[in-house]
């Protein structure tokens, strides 16, 4: 088969659409014929070599995708899966590629009225927001939650996840364009993080139970800041550093907690627990036209370059896809 190789760490340039081995399913694994993949930020991390992938996993880029079963491996056949069922799954890698090998618990039928390729862009923010939100934050109907980045993938996903469940979104963006885009999917405070301080923002405006944070430690400070009393700090990338001071005492006197989680690198039986809840908790939602993929552009996939490059420009709102 074809997959996309990382030749060696660097720009998008290092990326090689490259003949490779033919993956074979093991014990308790499908084979998926690709059709679509996503494009996701720790894929550029990969890319630069900052972000390996965990043991065990393909070591091409791609942490989603939606296809067909092509085979079932041993232990797979009273999965209910068959094959020729049109799938999308989450990954630990891989997803460049004509065929991925995919844990049974790690694939989801595609939802009703979503087309095959669309659902590419559904698995890792679904099973991102899902179990942040909900398996961490414990957002309910009627809180408020801040969502960092809300123009990205997850970003746009989050928005309209919270507004299905009942919450008050606010959103940072960098740009007006997103913002107007944040707002059309149910954001009821946008700000430009550019030009305004998020922190006195929100607070005036009553302050936010729960934080949805892709920047981490420069971030860290303003989020305390911006929190009600008990409110819940989720943590899911460090585009702003690694490092920051903690006012312990905040924390003590607003009751707050700072969680942070990561998907990748997780056991294949909790993925299989939040694939589980994505199932259950967000496909309907997205069957009934609440939720919605929201996709900048689709990209063949032997150019995955220039999507890494649209990517790191930040010049998208969504997803970007890329296709076979």
Known sequence: MYAMRITEPGGPEVLSWSEVPDPAP????????VTASAVNRADVAQR???YPPPPGAPEYPGLECSGTVAALGPGAEGSGWSVGDPVCALLSGGGYAERVVVPVGQLLPVPKGVGLTEAAALPEVAATVWSNL????????????LVHGGGSGIGTFAIQF???????????AGSEAKLRACRELG???????HTEDFAERVRAEGGADVILDIMGGSYLDANLRSLKTGGRLLVIALMGGRRAELDLGRMLA???????TTLRSRPVEEKAAITAGVRDGVWPLVEKGAVRPVID????MRDAAEAHRVMESS????KILLTR
């Open 187 to 193: 954001a009821e405070t946008t700000i430009d993080y």
């Open 48 to 50: 630069q070599g900052t």
């Open 134 to 145: 909900v398996m961490v934050g414990r957002l309910r109907a009627g809180e408020t939650v």
């Open 162 to 172: 919270a507004r299905a469940m009942g919450a008050r979104v606010a959103v940072t």
């Open 297 to 300: 552009r689709v990209i063949p």
């Open 315 to 318: 010049a998208h709102t969504g």
């Open 26 to 33: 093991g014990s308790g694994e499908v084979l998926v014929d």
């Open 254 to 260: 607003k009751r707050l907690s700072v969680h942070a």
